[in-house]
């Protein structure tokens, strides 16, 4: 009986550390304005993108698209352009919870 090999492919894991944020830009101005930035290292930035997405949105109360905006403006301008993505899978991934708000 001659066996038949199937090959697996290997997604190539990364432990690829990414820095998220740095300080609050000058035109905030509505509930995100006293916030305070925090720089994270992560290996998983996607997911502690969205933890810290929720996490701003239940420490300030934002509860309109206005406040929403202007978190998406607070990461993108905290953020350099190679984390943009990021940020961007994040507020997606969130999509169904935000447009509750």
Known sequence: MERVGVKKRHRKRTNKVISLSASLPDGVCGVFAGSTCVVKCSTDPISDMRESIMEMIREVGACDWNDIEELVYCY????SSDVHDVI???FLSLSSFLNRL
């Open 76 to 79: 993108i301008a905290l953020n």
């Open 88 to 90: 961007i899978d994040a």
